[in-house]
């Protein structure tokens, strides 16, 4: 890494070599950065920085060729497309292992895959895949079920929470999966999320009261709001006004994402309207995601 980054050697050294501090006590490393910390994704993104020069220059004229070679990265995890699996494997797989071992990396087996994009892959907690000729993005089943263990086992080591606590731990984590995923095609995902969390959270309120009616139930936990049936409410004892909904993952809007101007350098003073103008607008749709609530009900306090 010293040897390949171009930062100033004298403090990535010190980077590699901080060590971390956890409940206050401090945990030296050797080498490395912690797992999780902010400087580590920095430092894989700078370490693997080139690699899309190396494959440019050891096959310069891939797309007139037909080749479709491409590349994606995000930190250290990244694509590349290529015509065939046969062309993939024996070429560019050895250029690829060879700009690694110059960095003293090596690729995963476990995570390395060579497949068919009509057979798709995961990436980043998503599935990419075509479907008769048509690309598209969803949500991993892998993700999907992790997401929905999170959010079961809240319930679960919740059994005995008010309703009011136990709304206000799963809004955060459904609402944050539901705005990572709100820019593919994740509807379906979305309303087989809220089925899924309804049925259990069914199960957590019946537990509560083993000798009444599932009517008596139905009546204290979940209400109605507006057009909308069945919804996961609690009223602050305190305060009636002030009401507690459990967020829809199903309510989130789908909106694609816009890629960035090629050109735009965020330095370039010319480029100012241009960023401010993407920020302004990435603002108001985040604030309309957060805000979003069923037509006729009452907002989250």
């Keep these: 890494m010293i040897d390949n980054i171009p930062v100033d050697k004298t403090i990535l050294q010190k980077w590699l070599k901080a060590g971390f501090v956890y409940q206050k006590q401090l945990f030296p490393t050797e080498a490395g950065t912690p797992q999780g910390g902010i400087i580590s994704p920095a430092l894989a993104n700078m370490t693997l920085d080139g690699l899309e020069y190396a494959l440019a220059k050891a096959f310069p004229y891939s797309i007139k060729k037909g080749l479709k070679m491409n590349m994606v990265r995000y930190c250290d995890d990244f694509i590349i497309t290529g015509y065939s699996k046969e062309w993939l494997e024996q070429e560019v797989m050895p250029v690829l292992v060879s700009f690694l071992a110059k960095r003293g990396l090596t690729l995963s087996p476990e995570k390395t895959r060579i497949t068919h994009i009509t057979e798709g892959f995961d990436f980043l907690g998503w599935n990419i895949r075509k479907y008769h000729g ?9 993700n999907t079920k992790a997401h929905l263990f999170r959010v079961q086992e809240i319930i ?14 799963l809004n955060p ?26 049925s259990t959270l069914w199960r957590w309120a019946k537990r509560r009261h083993p000798n ?4 008596w139930v139905k009546a204290k936990y979940f209400k109605t709001r507006g057009y909308r049936d069945w919804m996961f409410t609690a009223v602050d004892e305190s305060n009636k006004h002030k009401k507690f909904i459990l967020v829809l993952e199903a309510d989130t809007s789908i909106s694609r994402h816009i890629k960035i101007n090629s050109m735009a350098n965020p330095h370039d003073p010319a480029w100012k309207q241009y960023f401010e103008a993407r920020r302004k607008k990435q603002k108001t749709k985040s604030t309309q995601r957060c805000c979003r609530v069923p037509q006729g009900a009452f907002a989250e306090a």
Excluded: E
Excluded at 174 to 196: E, P
């Design 212 to 215: 009444k009616s599932a009517r």
């Design 173 to 198: 984590v459904l609402r944050g999966w539901a705005n990572y995923h709100c820019h593919i095609v994740a509807k379906k995902t979305f309303s087989w999320i809220d089925s899924q969390v309804w």
């Design 134 to 142: 048509k690309l598209l993005m969803k949500p991993s089943k892998a």
């Design 156 to 169: 679960k080591t919740n059994k005995t929470a008010k309703q009011m606590s136990l709304i206000g731990l």
